[in-house]
């Protein structure tokens, strides 16, 4: 069974960097595709950045620049750095793991991320 874990969230001021982390279990994740969404309430859940098992990246638009997706096969763990984050930011962030063998997306529960002065 994949399980899917998110650290790293809490509180940041605007401007401000915050890592998020994302540990996957339960498959072999160097094969696995690894993504970051975040939702606000009231708004459905919306991708953030992606990062394939070959290490190609994708990024919404409107974090371009700012954020890096990154991941260490050899821990089994993704990475979201976030730079001068914006306070309409403020979300839940959730990791999605890919894995290649499997037909599923495992989430994980989500890490609360606070941008506010």
């Known amino acids: 069974q994949v399980q899917v874990v998110e650290s790293g969230g809490g509180s940041v001021q605007p401007g401000g960097s915050l890592t998020l982390s994302c540990v996957v279990s339960?498959?072999?994740?160097?094969?696995?595709?690894i993504a970051w969404y975040r939702q606000t309430p009231g708004n459905e859940r919306e991708l953030v950045a992606g990062v394939t098992n070959g290490g190609r990246t994708n990024y919404a638009n409107f974090v371009q620049g700012r954020f890096t997706i990154a991941r260490d096969n050899a821990k089994d763990t993704a990475y979201l750095q976030m730079n001068n984050q914006k306070i309409e930011e403020t979300a839940v962030y959730y990791c999605k793991a890919k894995p290649k063998i499997s037909p599923n997306e495992d989430w994980g529960q989500g890490t609360q991320v606070n941008v506010s002065s």
């Open positions: 339960g498959c072999i994740f160097s094969t696995a595709a």
